[in-house]
Nanobody, 124 residues
Framework: QVQLIESGGGLVQAGVSLRLSCAATGRTFSTYSVGWFRQAPGKEREFVAALSWGGLGTDYADAVKGRFTISRDNAKNTAYLQMNSLKPEDTAVYYC?????????????????WGQGTQVTVSS
């Protein structure tokens, strides 16, 4: 099993950068693929980015491609989401999730472990 704790959210102006962290407990974190999702008020939780357990395969939602980068440091049991050129439409609660699948997926149902979320608010 793995437990996930997100951090790094905050209130920022449009155009700046933030880096979210997802700290995992459990010595087997390196065998999980990781995903980031977000949920804006009144909307469903949506896929943002995913990274395979080996760190070689990535996938991004079109809305963040070229601005966000997902990465991981298995030695630190931590995954990251670097968010650049933030826009007001990026405002949401961001969730880290882990799956035993070899490749990260866009399907929420594939992820068995979720963090509690961290709020990101981007003002115009």
């Amino acid at each position: 099993q793995v437990q996930l704790i997100e951090s790094g959210g905050g209130l920022v102006q449009a155009g700046v950068s933030l880096r979210l962290s997802c700290a995992a407990t459990g010595r087997t974190f390196s065998t999980y693929s990781v995903g980031w999702f977000r949920q804006a008020p009144g909307k469903e939780r949506e896929f943002v980015a995913a990274l395979s357990w080996g760190g070689l395969g990535t996938d991004y939602a079109d809305a963040v491609k070229g601005r966000f980068t997902i990465s991981r440091d298995n030695a630190k049991n931590t995954a990251y989401l670097q968010m650049n050129s933030l826009k007001p439409e990026d405002t949401a609660v961001y969730y880290c999730a882990a799956t035993t699948k070899a490749w990260g997926t866009r399907n929420r149902a594939d992820y068995g472990y979720w963090g509690q979320g961290t709020q990101v608010t981007v003002s115009s």
